[in-house]
C-alpha cells in the first residue's frame, strides 16, 4: 500500500512555550509517517526542544532533541521513521520566540 506523500505540519515558527503542539494527525482513520523535519533559523543562533507524546506535555524521557542549536541563518535537517497515530503528538518550541521555523513533512496511510 501506497502513503500520499504531504507535508504534515508549518511551516510554524516556534514559541518560547514548550508545551505548544506542533504536530498531531488528529484522525483515527489515518496514520503518518514522519520523514523529514526542518527547522530553519532566520536571525541569531538558537536551540529547541521538540518531544514525542501527550498533547501539551514535554515529559522527561519522551526528548527528541533537547536545546539544540541551530547556527544563525541556517537550517537543521532530521530525517527520522515515526509512525505517528491520533494518539502522538509533537510538541516543542524555543529558546527564542519567532526565530525558528518548523516543517514536518512525510507520508499518509488510511487504516
Given at each position: 500500500m501506497a502513503g500520499t506523500i504531504k507535508r504534515l505540519a508549518g511551516p510554524l515558527a516556534l514559541t518560547t512555550t514548550y508545551t505548544t503542539n506542533v504536530y498531531n494527525n488528529s484522525s483515527a482513520l489515518i496514520y503518518d509517517v514522519v520523514r523529514h523535519i526542518h527547522v530553519a533559523n532566520k536571525l541569531a543562533t538558537d536551540t529547541f526542544r521538540l518531544y514525542l507524546g501527550l498533547?501539551?506535555?514535554?515529559?522527561a524521557g519522551t526528548e527528541l532533541f533537547y536545546n539544540y542549536s541551530v547556527a544563525a541563518n541556517s537550517a537543521y535537517?532530521?530525517?527520522?521513521?515515526?509512525k505517528m497515530t491520533s494518539a502522538d503528538f509533537l510538541v516543542g518550541g524555543a529558546a527564542t520566540t519567532l526565530t525558528l521555523v518548523i516543517t514536518i513533512e512525510?507520508?499518509?496511510y488510511v487504516v
Open positions: 498533547t501539551g506535555a514535554n515529559t535537517d532530521y530525517y527520522p521513521i515515526l512525510g507520508e499518509q
